[in-house]
């Protein structure tokens, strides 16, 4: 069942165009990597489906419901989860506090997140639950903003370079998150670099290239594609 459905996505800054007619779709229950250099409009296609960006045309399809144009909050209500690159916590929160400002009701179709529940899946975080977020490190900073947004119970989670700046430790647990969520039946598009992470845990991929997407297709066929790797990623 597709649960994401993006078709002919233009994004702008101002006059300048970043995205362009920009296609992708995510299923239940599957990892689609997102991948390019820097630049290449990851981020920013992340923004324009959440909504976050003012100019944009095309279609976005959540649930088989049109979600384009709509204010990103009413986008996270629907259940479209999305960890943002920056790491947005909440410095002079605990751990648990940040947790309880991510919390939203049970939603059908979707796995329910308790506190106790992600601290088996981030053991960290349960050793800290009344540390204040701006005494953690990055990792654990990253591992906060993840399950707060877990804490929305979410049908399709958004992350944005998660392994990036984070310890190879912090790294092999996300991994290990990613494959537990995909065994909830959560569906993720992950924009990435790190093609030996993004590898462990994607069933798909899309690469980008100055805002369009220029190959598609298993995870495991683009690893073994030399040609394809070096050009668009220079691995």
Known sequence: MTLLEVDALNAFYGRAQILFDVGLHVRRGEVVALMGRNGAG?????KA????LPHTKGAVMFMNESIAGRAPYRIARLGLGYVAEDRRIFGDLTVM??????????RDGAPLW????LFRVFPNLGEMRNRRASRMSGGEQQMLTISRTLMGNPRV???????????????????DMIVELKREGIAILLSEQNLHFAALVSDRVYVLEKG????????NEFVRDDAARRAYLGV
């Open 212 to 219: 369009q997407i220029r190959h598609e297709g298993p995870m």
């Open 49 to 52: 489906i959440m909504g976050l």
């Open 114 to 117: 308790t506190p106790e529940k």
């Open 157 to 175: 989670l958004l992350l944005d370079e998660p392994s990036e700046g984070v310890a190879p430790v912090i790294v092999e647990q996300m991994a």
């Open 97 to 106: 506090e940040n947790l309880d400002a991510g919390r939203q009701p049970p």
């Open 42 to 46: 990851k981020s920013t296609t992340m």
